[in-house]
């Protein structure tokens, strides 16, 4: 399990474990906050494709599913 500050993910690059049509790569474009600017969920980009996803940041805190940085 990785140790994410949610503060520093804008711009970081994340390596799906289980790739999804050929999107492996993805990096973070967006953060969302609460109103009390709160990180609670952000926007991942497929490096590939331009695909946007949107995810509770916590998710990517899973080894299982996410590796940080492009493997």
């Known amino acids: 399990m990785h140790q ?5 993910l ?4 994340w390596t799906s474990t289980s790739p999804q049509q ?3 790569h993805f990096i973070v ?3 969302i ?3 009390e600017n709160i990180v609670t969920e952000c926007i991942l980009e497929a490096v590939i494709n331009k695909n946007q996803y949107q995810l509770a ?3 990517l805190t899973s080894s ?3 590796l940080q ?3």
């Not at 994410?4 to 520093?8: D, G, Q």
């Open 4 to 8: 994410i500050n949610p503060n520093k």
């Open 10 to 13: 804008l711009l970081s690059k």
């Open 22 to 24: 050929k999107e492996k």
């Open 29 to 31: 474009t967006k953060l």
């Open 33 to 35: 906050r609460d109103e």
């Open 57 to 59: 940041w916590q998710s």
């Open 64 to 66: 299982e599913d996410w």
């Open 69 to 71: 940085g492009w493997k």
